[in-house]
């Protein structure tokens, strides 16, 4: 059981948007920046959004990142089908004194 | 090239111990922590603990206190991640990701830049 709770599975269309949502506490998400990652099972995870809502270089603005409370959310747009992966959103918490992350989204392009 | 280069896949006993190594390329190594991190067959990313250089200290996942050491060596540029008493649930990739200090604060963290390529663990009875 995650303490960032993620919906296992989104998907839509080709060009279509995506949101994928991360719910936790004020021990995490509500004190802290959150991070998304997108995996390709396999390879080395890769850093998407961090600070909430930035962007590394070279990460197209097709993804966006927000937060609000105890929550935060990855948006997805003009979805193709090379964004077929696991997204993991990511935080510390402090009760634990750990870094924690979400179960993972699967997002499928249909 | 910044990257971080782990060492080769590992088949181990259970009850042994095994070290896994992170050696960093295309930076200054002792002005990041690195930060392990696992995913089991069919399971998420789990964070198994860090060592921050800077302050030489290490933090772990409370469920691995007792039987994991991560340790970093500023003269050959690495850090190690060494888990004892393998269990079969212990079979996993284990990936190193590397904290920049624009997103270390203290010994937490606020996010992880760039990945190793993982090294696959791999525990039998």
């Known amino acids: 059981q995650s303490v960032l709770t993620q919906p296992p599975s989104v998907s839509a269309a080709p060009g279509q948007k995506v949101t994928i949502s991360c719910s936790g506490s004020t021990s995490n998400i509500g004190n802290y920046y959150v991070s998304w990652y997108q995996h390709f099972p396999g390879t080395a995870p890769k850093l998407l959004i961090f600070d909430n809502n930035q962007r590394p270089s070279g990460i197209p603005d097709r993804f966006s990142g927000s937060k609000s409370g105890t929550s935060a959310t990855l948006g997805i747009t003009g979805l193709q089908t090379g964004d077929e992966a696991d997204y993991y959103c990511?935080?510390?918490?402090?009760?634990?004194?750990?870094?924690?992350f979400g179960g993972g989204t699967r997002v499928t392009v249909l | 090239q910044v990257q971080l280069v782990q060492s080769g896949a590992e088949v181990k006993k259970s009850g042994s111990s095994v070290k896994v190594s992170c050696t960093a390329s295309?930076?200054?190594?002792?002005?990041?922590?690195i930060t392990w991190v696992r995913q089991a067959p069919g399971q998420g990313l789990e964070w198994v603990g860090g060592?921050?250089?800077?302050?030489?200290?290490?933090n772990y996942a409370q469920k691995f206190q007792d039987r994991l050491t991560i340790t970093a060596d500023e003269y050959t540029g690495a850090a190690y991640m060494e888990l004892s008493s393998l269990r079969s649930d212990d079979t996993a990739v284990y990936y190193c990701?590397?904290?920049?200090?624009?997103?270390?604060?203290?010994?937490?963290?606020?996010?992880?830049?760039?990945w190793g390529p993982g090294t696959t663990v791999t525990v039998s009875s």
């Open positions: 060592v921050n250089p800077v302050f030489g200290t290490s």
């Open positions: 990511g935080t510390w918490d402090n009760s634990l004194s750990a870094w924690v």
């Open positions: 295309g930076f200054t190594f002792t002005t990041y922590a």
């Open positions: 990701a590397r904290v920049p200090p624009t997103m270390l604060i203290g010994n937490y963290y606020l996010g992880m830049d760039v």
